[in-house]
């Protein structure tokens, strides 16, 4: 494989699930648009971060990448290897270089198995036999993770809920793969515990040269973990950039009323960073609206916005690896002042939100 080849590419990637309707004959009535044509690319030993609000997509694009789930369009690219409608036998060879880590540590565990045939699971299903067997190989695998090789005959439920993530890592490094999506490793963690299993991931990347897609909706987790971090926004990424570059200067509205709801410490007499409180909910991902999916929300929506989907393009003034889709993308902001985004009503789908502007003074007026 060339060097210049992304480990993993993915161009258009959607998914949507039918919603059936009808007695007696059960049709098709309408579909879940969960992801909807996602582009991005994951290089060698690189960490992508994957971010948005709960129901974006994120999840579910991470088990399209894993194929867990079968694509409805789009083309997935592994290894310069087409994958994206691979059958059982074709993805075998693959199987083992893409693993996965669930959000949810009490759930993704057999209650049934101890530990040593949780983790060896995958080596007996891929007919792997390590040098020295199996047995030594989980033990040093637990080790790894930080936990006691001792606990090799132990079942989960003796374990609490960050012992049972690094079972859950233990499990994925088995097959010692080259791509790990992590869904929200920490998010079911106590914050005590999310720091330790974020940095033994963060160790294990640098040590082993692992990929990692790695999904949360902790903005301060992904900053810490991830290289480059990709916004999501109800089935689509509406900004990718380097981490720095990303979180100094957010180029679409959403991310950068993402970031604004971040809390700080500021010191006395320092500038008081803006924020941006979005009014109302994310519209239903069974009928999105048209053109820019934001624009219900967005204090910068036109009618242009309505009628024309923007596409993930560089912005002016940014950098070549930082793209954005707005058709009116953020400059940087002005310390001090408050954004204040109200719903728009349900019948005046064509109108932008009116924005209420607070500044520092108290003094609220109408853009």
């Not at 004959?25 to 309408?30: E, K, L, N, S, Y």
């Not at 582009?39 to 399209?64: A, I």
């Not at 198995?113 to 040093?140: C, F, H, L, W, Y």
Request: glycine share 8%; hydrophobic share 35%.
């Amino acid at each position: 494989m060339s060097s210049t080849t992304p480990l993993l590419d993915v161009a258009g990637l959607t998914k949507h699930f039918p919603i059936t309707g009808g007695f007696p004959i059960r049709r098709t009535i309408g579909a879940v648009q969960a992801v909807d044509g996602v582009d991005f690319s994951v290089n060698e030993g690189e960490s992508l971060g994957l971010v948005g609000e709960s129901g974006c997509g994120k999840s579910t694009t991470g088990r399209l990448i894993t194929r867990l789930l079968e694509p409805t369009a789009g083309k997935i690219h592994y290894r310069g290897q087409e994958i994206t409608h691979a059958s059982r036998r074709e993805l075998a060879p693959v199987r083992s270089e893409i693993q996965m880590i669930f959000q949810d540590p009490y759930a993704s565990l057999n209650p049934r198995q101890t530990v040593g045939k949780i983790i060896s699971g995958p080596m007996e299903i891929n007919d792997i036999n390590p040098k020295g067997g199996r047995e030594a190989r989980v033990r040093e695998l637990l080790e790894t993770v930080g936990l006691n090789p001792e606990h090799y005959n132990r079942f989960p439920h003796e374990f609490s809920g960050g012992q049972r993530q690094r079972i859950g890592v233990a499990r994925a490094l088995a097959l010692e793969p080259k791509l790990i999506v992590a869904d929200e490793p920490v998010s079911a963690l106590d914050v005590s515990i999310q720091a330790q299993v974020v940095n033994l991931l963060q160790k294990l990347q640098r040590e082993l040269g692992i990929a990692f897609v790695f999904i949360a909706h902790d903005l301060a987790v992904v900053r810490h973990f991830s290289q480059r971090v990709a916004v999501m926004y109800l089935g689509r990424i509406v900004e990718i950039a380097d981490r720095d570059e990303l979180y100094s200067n957010p180029r679409h509205p959403y991310t950068r009323a993402l970031l604004s709801a971040v809390p700080e410490v500021v010191p006395d007499g320092a500038p008081v960073r803006e924020r941006i409180r979005l009014m109302g909910d994310v519209p239903s991902p069974v009928n999105p609206p048209s053109g820019c999916r934001f624009r219900t929300r967005c204090w910068k929506a036109t009618e242009k916005c309505a009628t024309e989907t923007p596409p993930l393009v560089r912005a002016d003034g940014s950098k070549e690896t930082h793209l954005t889709a707005c058709h009116y993308p953020e400059a940087a902001g002005e310390p001090g002042e408050e954004i204040v985004v109200q719903a728009v009503a349900s019948g005046d789908d064509m109108a932008p939100p009116p924005v209420l502007i607070k500044d520092a003074d108290g003094v609220v007026t109408k853009d």
